[in-house]
């Protein structure tokens, strides 16, 4: 029948028969360790129950409607389009600057009227 040497001589069986084990084995291996990630994600992605309360979806209806009453008694209308510093302006040189342009302009229709 078949002797050892005539198996150990065979590529099919020294290199190929390795190679699918090899193969078929790191797939369940990888299986295994992939599992264990998820598995410390959903873990860390649970909430503790004071934040779950705070994030309950039957409440999101409400917090949205007291967000939209909010805007409503917010007046749009008179709102001023203040520029902010450049990159390369200086913040604070830039606020005091606009503080005193505005002032100013306050002053003079204060005058006027």
Known sequence: MFNLKTLQRNKTIKYGVPMLLLVVGGSFGLREFTQIRYDAQRIRKRLDPSLEAKVDVHRQSVILEEEYQK???????????????????????????????????????????
């Not at 520029?83 to 002032?103: C, I, T």
């Open 71 to 113: 805007l409503q008694e917010a007046n749009l209308d008179e709102w001023k389009n203040i520029r902010g510093p450049r990159p390369w302006e200086d913040s604070k040189e830039y606020q005091e600057q606009q503080r005193n342009n505005l002032r100013k302009k306050e002053s003079r229709t204060s005058e006027s009227e």
